[in-house]
Nanobody, 123 residues
Framework: QVQLVESGGGLVQVGGSLRLSCAAS????????MAWFRQAPGKEREFVAA????????NYADSAKGRFTISRDNAKKTVLLQMNSLKPEDTAVYYC????????????????WGQGTQVTVSS
């Protein structure tokens, strides 16, 4: 049984930082592309960042470039999202996702999803 469990969300002020973590189990983690998506209230889910197996290929949404950093530790089966210079528009539930085939910005490429962690940026 595949499980992706996110943690690290919370309430932070504008300009602050958070580090999200996603712990994976039940899959050969090093063979999966991993990604972070987010969904704000009343909005569609949107891509944030993705990383390939060894971490040498990374893709960011324009909204994340320069502020967010995705990384992975295959030995620990975790993927991280370091978020700096947070803005109110970053407020959303953040989801970790895993794909064996795709690594793009389309959520449909990702087979496994976590339950999400809430990030709230207050002004």
């Amino acid at each position: 049984q595949v499980q992706l469990v996110e943690s690290g969300g919370g309430l932070v002020q504008v300009g602050g930082s958070l580090r999200l973590s996603c712990a994976a189990s039940g899959l050969t983690f090093s063979t999966y592309r991993m990604a972070w998506f987010r969904q704000a209230p009343g909005k569609e889910r949107e891509f944030v960042a993705a990383i390939k197996w060894s971490g040498d290929y990374i893709n960011y949404a324009d909204s994340a470039k320069g502020r967010f950093t995705i990384s992975r530790d295959n030995a620990k089966k975790t993927v991280l999202l370091q978020m700096n210079s947070l803005k109110p528009e970053d407020t959303a539930v953040y989801y970790c996702a895993a794909s064996f085939t795709g690594w793009g910005m389309d959520g449909g490429e990702y087979k496994y999803w976590g339950q999400g962690t809430q990030v709230t940026v207050s002004s």
